[in-house]
């Protein structure tokens, strides 16, 4: 499983009946003054001693890479003397701006194929273009910028992170021809656009946004596309990326298993966390391996057989669907009962027997063995 990249799941079957807690602290006596309620509370904490600015010195001119995460960098210092440096992370800092005299090549950058500024406060995208011959990856993610610009010069991307900003529009991409990977997930999207220029990516994440339909994706060569957590309705407009393999479409507002006629080529298959009633219209993807299913609709035992005619699959997700329980019901629609709700205790072994090419079960892998008895 993918997502973006950056995701997997867990599924909990069991909740406990019942949770432990800490017992209440005892109420302490009010203290006299403040001084003293300072006192106290400084006593309760850690100090951790640091400097403004990493000390460079403690890395070898020759290295490749140098990794400054969680080191509350606020400005970016000279590099030269690292002759061979080609990857520079700055994860988790304090960074608020890429303005030239912050960020220029003459620092040592001349060689640079990757920049991480993950996690830190830059509200806009600026003075890359001198990157432009060198540059493979960038990440930006979890930044505070709105819109995707001044990035049209890097001609070299492969993959570019944009997670967890504020951006509303999918915008001034088109010159990024080489493309692999786009990571736009945890946005405020509202449509999906201005992609078809990038005919080389093979990766598209745009989970998290408030995308309601899918459209404008005519990317010959994308493999995996994930939808997680947006709005869509209906499973659509596909036929433009035939060789996708791993789809990803759980949360959102699905009713129905439909659009994927040109997918033959699809190994996954997630459509968890919908409001599907029926398995159906999949019969013809001889290559999923996995389909994830789980917390939808489904009451009907019978269509348990569709999935006979997938030779390959071996990783099925059903749990939290009425069949998974003995009333053939969900435990939303129980009321205060819900967390008493009773798992079926044939729920498990009517499937294995049904499919007895399946490795794993929901969470838990199948022991061959135990299917005989």
């Keep these: 499983m993918a997502d973006a990249e950056q995701s997997s799941k867990e599924q909990q079957n069991n909740a406990p009946t019942s949770v432990k807690r ?8 009010e203290l006299e003054n403040v001084e003293e309620k300072q006192k106290k509370l400084d006593q309760q904490m850690i100090y951790y001693p640091h400097q403004e600015q990493p000390d460079l010195n403690t890395f070898d001119e020759d290295v490749e890479e140098i ?40 620092k040592g950058f001349q060689q640079i194929e990757e920049l991480d500024f993950y996690d830190n406060q830059i509200e806009k995208i600026e003075n890359l273009s001198q990157f432009s011959e060198t540059l493979k990856i960038l990440d930006l993610s979890f930044n505070r910028f709105k819109k995707i610009e001044n990035v049209e010069q890097l001609v070299n991307l492969k993959k570019i992170f944009f997670v967890h900003n504020n951006i509303t529009k999918i915008e001034n991409l088109d010159r990024l021809t080489k493309l692999e990977l786009l990571e736009l997930g945890d946005n405020q999207l509202r449509q999906i656009e201005n992609l078809n220029a990038l005919t080389n990516l093979t990766q598209l994440y745009l989970g998290k946004n408030k995308i309601r339909k899918i459209e404008n994706l005519n990317l010959p060569n994308l493999t995996i596309l994930s939808l997680q957590a947006n709005r869509i309705t209906k499973i659509e407009n596909l036929d433009g990326c035939k060789k996708l393999e791993e789809l990803y479409i759980s949360d959102n507002g699905l009713t129905k298993i439909e659009g994927l006629d040109s997918l033959e080529n699809l190994r996954v298959f997630d459509c968890a966390n919908n409001q599907i009633e029926r398995i159906e219209n999949i019969q013809h993807l001889g290559n ?46 129980l009321g205060k009962d819900a967390s008493r709700q009773e798992i079926s205790p044939g729920y498990r072994r009517k499937i294995i027997f049904a499919l007895p090419n399946l490795e794993q079960l929901d969470a838990t892998l199948i022991s061959k063995p135990s299917i005989t008895h």
């Design 288 to 333: 999923l391996e996995e389909f994830w299913f789980n917390n939808n609709n489904l009451s009907k035992w019978e269509d348990i057989d569709v999935l006979k005619e997938l030779p390959k699959l071996k990783c099925l997700y059903l749990e939290q669907n009425p069949i998974f329980y003995v009333s053939g019901m969900k435990p939303d629609l």
């Design 67 to 106: 990794d400054l995460s969680l080191s509350r960098v606020r400005h970016i210092d000279d590099f030269s003397r690292f002759k061979r440096l080609r990857n520079l992370c700055f994860r988790s800092n304090l960074i608020k701006s890429l303005a030239e005299d912050n960020l220029s090549v003459s």
């Design 22 to 29: 800490p017992p209440s602290p005892t109420a302490e006596p």
